[in-house]
């Protein structure tokens, strides 16, 4: 199954294991659990200390493996065959069951290990996702570190008709002891927070303490990195609090127009901007939310959703955008349970199925193409006379024998039967009329809206909401910088918000050396 470069690279990671790890497959006769088996052998002769037992009829889902040493007490399972993205979820768990040390903070490995009660997850992924691997990873650890915690990661693809039967339409989604527990791409801090209630306090008490900054960063994407890099560079106290860095970048399946990066994805672009960030003298907070802006003449005040309250000289606004929601009834109740954003991640979930794709840009036309290949039929849904996605796109679209296109189509409702997604309804703009669609599934690709609520009544907002810039990033409040996919600059682009975070930054700094030099009057008295 692994290509020879694979298996260089593959044998090379595990030459860090330093204790035995015993793999206990458990397998029946269908063509699945042989080419698991087949991955299983191929590990087994690339080191040493692994080694693979093979089990029938044992109770666990077929196939699937756990890993465990001797002498430990993990609990940790692989539902399926761990390949695309979760390639590396599986090498992690090798090398951490293995006994090499995880690279995550101490703090973090504490409150972990300091979890009590018996904690049962199973995490449903897909192989396109490429979100989910985070949540897998991070579940893996702690069933690693604590005992009394036990993952699961299935792939809803090998197993159809437990994800027909939990009603699984948005991966991940993770279940803790039987009950839904979350859903979405989470780090390992969010996980801990949401079981430890009391971390939010401590986290809370400690930024608090936190001395005023220089500049200080609020949000963690493209933007927000460079502007954390371009401050630090000029040996200025820099901070940084993002709810969760990478931001939109981590949603992203392919990134093909960074100059200078052939081809990345989402996630790897995203862990490689806060290693450049935490290469330098910054401080990272991450998972904060901001609530408020409060202006003042000597220091602006940042204030948290968990109560704590940051302050700065300069602050640059670097908080991104969203999807758009399509605002009409039925959305947020079947959010999840058929309606969905991600076709990379969800569309395997509605294999044989019948889905729409709200939007005629360019995203809306790519997923369109994507799930063509997956879903049974797509209805692409276009609330203007024509769709608006490049010709290339366009005419590949059309030679799709299972996609129909609707242009002034305005979509009205989502139906439900009360758990899930059974259609939708539409009014053609032109004739007044109203349809309705059949259908297990709705992707929505309509655009973006810029993270900005919390500013209302505070700066300058332009009627879509995005923070009003000059051509140094300045906003309407002195000492206050934005750059990003929150500001009226356009082009929504990677590079773009990277150039516009480093230029915000260049500004601020500027604005500290002007406002921070004394007076022309003082300067000849002394």
């Known amino acids: 199954m692994l290509d020879e470069n694979l298996k260089s690279q593959l044998k090379a990671y595990l030459e860090k294991v330093v204790r035995p790890v015993e793999i206990t497959a458990s397998v029946d006769d269908s063509p699945k659990s042989q080419e698991m088996m087949a991955l299983l052998n191929e590990l087994v002769g ?30 940790l399972r692989f539902a399926g065959i761990p390949m695309g993205h979760e390639f590396t979820s599986l090498v992690l768990a ?24 018996e904690l049962s997850f199973e995490t449903y992924f897909s192989l396109s996702c490429q979100n989910c691997p985070d949540v897998v990873q991070a579940l893996n650890l702690m069933a690693v570190l604590n005992p009394r915690i036990k993952h699961v990661a299935i792939d809803g693809g090998v197993f159809p008709a437990e994800v027909e039967s939990r009603q699984v339409m948005s991966v991940p989604s993770v279940y803790l002891n ?136 300069t602050v640059i606004l670097s908080t991104g955008a969203r999807w758009r929601q399509m605002g009409v009834p039925g959305e947020d109740q079947y959010r999840n349970k058929g ?25 809306g036309v790519e997923a369109a193409i994507d799930l063509a290949n997956i879903v049974a039929h797509v209805t692409l849904i276009e609330f203007d006379s024509k769709l608006r996605a490049d ?8 030679s799709l024998p299972n996609v129909d296109v609707l242009l002034n189509a305005k979509t009205t409702e989502v139906l439900g039967d009360g758990q899930k997604v059974t259609g939708l309804t539409y009014e053609n703009r032109i004739a007044g009329q109203r349809h309705t669609l059949s259908l297990e599934g709705i992707f929505v690709q309509i655009g973006l809206l810029p993270n900005t609520e919390w500013l209302k009544g505070t700066l300058e907002l332009s009627p879509r909401g995005e923070i009003v810039v000059d051509a140094h990033g300045q906003t309407s409040v002195p000492g206050v910088f934005a750059a990003g996919d929150c500001t009226t600059v356009p082009y929504k682009q990677i590079v773009i918000a990277a150039g516009e975070g480093a230029k915000a930054s260049l500004a601020a700094f500027d604005h500290l050396m002007r406002t921070s030099a004394p007076d022309s009057d003082n300067a000849k008295a002394a």
């Open 94 to 117: 090798l090398l951490q069951v293995g006994g090499h040390p995880p690279r995550t903070e101490q703090a973090i490995i504490d409150q972990v290990r300091a979890l009590e009660g």
């Open 46 to 75: 690339l080191c040493d200390f692994v080694s693979v037992t093979e089990r029938r009829d044992d109770g666990e889902r077929a196939p699937s493996f756990a890993l465990n040493s001797p002498g430990q007490d993990t609990h």
């Open 178 to 313: 039987g009950e839904l527990f979350a859903q979405g791409r989470m780090e390992i801090e969010e996980i801990v927070a949401r079981l430890d209630t009391g971390s939010a306090a401590r986290v809370a008490e400690k930024l608090n303490e936190r001395e005023p900054y220089d500049v200080l960063v609020v949000g963690g994407g493209p933007a927000g990195a460079a502007a954390a890099v371009y401050a630090a560079r000029k040996g200025i106290r820099t901070g940084i609090a993002a709810e969760r860095f990478g931001g939109q970048v981590l949603d992203t399946m392919a990134i093909e127009n960074f100059i200078s990066v052939r081809h990345t994805e989402g996630p790897q672009f995203a862990a490689a901007l806060e290693a450049h960030v935490k290469d330098y003298d910054v401080d990272v907070m991450n998972l904060q939310r901001a609530e408020k802006l409060v202006p003042g003449k000597d220091l602006i005040a940042i204030e948290l959703a968990n109560g704590a309250t940051l302050r700065s000289r």
């Open 339 to 363: 309606v969905a954003y991600c076709p990379h991640c969800d569309g395997p979930l509605f294999k044989g199925k019948r889905v729409a794709v709200i939007g005629g840009g360019n995203s």
């Open 391 to 398: 010709d290339v796109l366009q005419r590949k679209l059309r």
